[in-house]
């Protein structure tokens, strides 16, 4: 049986160990908040298309989201710099495709010709732009293809490499700030860092679509881009998405071929993976809300089952929360309106 003295201690241990006390009020929320995101932490992607300066085309499966010519894009460059996100990242839509990508790597390509553009109107604004063939390749799949031994149709790895190679070089050359390539092939940072030193670049950093699984997330961006595989699918070179290991022993091989930030890809259902790769590697850590995300989002927003806004910086934090201090996401002015 209790004594009064060990009731009252009881109740003393009970009342020190309340933690509702600082979720009270909005001040205290904020006081002791242990993640905050800014608007510096957000890159936007922007679709450029090699088209009329003033072209715009809704991509109905992304609300508020276009295509855009470049007077389209140096808008949206505008209203990245007012609003101070960390930079934005482009993605090209050109006129011609072709079976080996060419268009990628043409010095006055679709995004060669919207860097320049941009950094002669907006020098401060830091654009990234994406390497990857697919946007550029007539069969939509993101290198070089050919049919192996037994018949069976595959992506060549090391001649694609040498094509991503010659796009991240001619990025670099017409003012990129940063080098994303997106492809997932082997052995790609190595040689992207070995071509840009050697180019004269030898300061300008990778961030490395290093752990990119095979999500069903991504429709929504193949219909924007164009670039959607005309056969088959990307599971021989994205990860698959029940491995974890996998995408830690990548992270480790990009960082010691040269990566200077790493990306995971898709971000939501990746938040495990965000947090092991902070944690073991220490390295600057991007994640990707991809489009299938910020469409989810969207449309049950639509339908007013959720609060639209809310969850919007609930998803963003969650990602921050998780270790990603950059965050790839098409909410990106949106959200900076909310902070």
């Not at 290093?210 to 959607?228: I, M, Q, V």
Request: net charge negative.
């Amino acid at each position: 049986m209790h004594t009064h003295t060990e009731e009252m201690e009881d109740m003393l241990v009970a009342a020190s160990s309340r933690t509702r006390r600082t979720r009270m009020t909005e001040r205290h929320r904020r006081l002791v908040r242990e993640t905050t995101l800014a608007p510096s932490n957000f890159i936007l992607p922007l679709f450029a298309v090699e088209a009329a300066a003033n072209y715009r085309k809704p991509i109905p499966s992304m609300p508020g989201v276009e295509q855009l010519g470049i007077d389209g894009i140096l808008e949206q460059c505008e209203a990245a710099l007012e609003a101070k996100l960390g930079g934005i990242i482009l993605f090209g839509i050109p006129e011609q495709k072709d079976e080996f990508g060419s268009e990628a790597y043409n010095d006055r390509g679709v995004i060669q010709n919207a860097i320049r553009e941009i950094k002669q109107r907006f020098p401060d604004l830091l654009v990234a732009t994406d390497v990857c063939l697919c946007e550029y390749t007539e069969h939509g799949h993101c290198g070089v293809i050919e049919r192996n031994r037994n018949g069976e149709i595959e992506i060549v790895n090391d001649k694609t490499v040498e094509l991503l190679v010659r796009e991240a070089v001619s990025h670099a050359e017409a003012g990129s700030d940063l080098i994303c390539p997106s492809d997932m092939m082997d052995g790609r940072i190595g040689a992207i860092r070995e071509a840009l030193d050697f180019s004269g670049f030898a300061s300008l950093p990778i961030m490395s679509y290093s752990a990119k699984y095979a999500s069903g997330l991504y429709g929504p961006f193949r219909d924007a881009a164009g670039s959607t595989p005309q056969f088959g699918d990307r599971r021989s070179h994205q990860m698959d998405v029940a491995n974890s290991d996998e995408a830690l022993r990548l992270v480790q091989r990009d960082i010691e071929e040269g990566a200077d930030i790493i990306m995971v890809k898709p971000a939501i259902s990746s938040l495990d993976i965000i947090r092991r790769i902070r944690e073991q590697f220490l390295v600057p850590t991007a994640a990707y809300q991809v489009s299938g995300e910020y469409s989810m989002i969207k449309a049950v927003g639509a339908n007013d089952w959720i609060d639209e806004k809310r969850v919007m910086m609930e998803s963003l934090l969650s990602i921050k929360r998780a270790g990603a201090s950059i965050i790839l996401t098409y909410f990106a002015l949106e959200a900076s309106k909310e902070l």
